[in-house]
């Protein structure tokens, strides 16, 4: 197993941005990608993100694209996602998850972070 632990969530105001980070342990990365999801009150789980480890090749939900970033540092065995104009909408606990296969899918994701909360207020 690998263990993941998120970070870098917090409160922001519409329009403003974070960074959040997931910090891989353990063992180093044998999955083909990583994938952020997140889950708000009362909402299912929805993928946000999704990015290859070798090749950095990327998957965003139609709701983010054009704001959010995905990226990788393979040598810190770190994903990022650099969240832009912040919306209400996107306020949720963000997990990072890797998996053995580029998917959008949960399912398809081994391994989990705790879990960071994003709150954007109007």
């Known amino acids: 197993q690998v263990q993941l632990e998120e970070s870098g969530g917090g409160l922001v105001q519409a329009g403003g941005s974070l960074r959040l980070s997931c910090v891989a342990s353990?063992?180093?990365?044998?999955?083909?990608?990583m994938g952020w999801f997140r889950q708000a009150p009362g909402k299912e789980r929805e993928f946000v993100a999704a990015?290859?480890?070798?090749?950095?090749?990327?998957n965003y939900a139609n709701a983010v694209t054009g704001r959010f970033t995905i990226s990788r540092d393979n040598a810190k065995n770190t994903v990022y996602l650099q969240m832009n104009s912040l919306e209400p909408e996107d306020t949720a606990v963000y997990y990072c998850?890797?998996?053995?296969?580029?998917?959008?899918?949960?399912?398809?994701?081994?391994?989990w972070g705790q879990g960071t909360q994003v709150t954007v207020s109007s």
């Open positions: 998850a890797h998996a053995e296969v580029v998917s959008r899918g949960p399912l398809a994701y081994n391994d």
């Open positions: 353990g063992r180093t990365f044998s999955s083909y990608s």
């Open positions: 990015i290859t480890l070798s090749a950095g090749i990327t």
